[in-house]
């Protein structure tokens, strides 16, 4: 049970890191540079649920 908490909290850490990354990106003006992190946010999203589901 405890190893399965570690594992949500490690996620929903990267996916704050990756929010603030976008509103960061946002708030500089930089359309294509907000494009491409929010790209990368959303498949690093997938690819942690997966990592977590396969657990």
Known sequence: MLTKLSEHSEFFVSA??????????????????YGNKKKKHNNMKKYLLIKISKK
Not at 16 to 30: H, P, T, V
């Open 16 to 33: 704050e890191k990756c929010r603030r990354l976008a509103i960061g990106c946002r708030i500089c003006g930089n359309e294509q540079s």
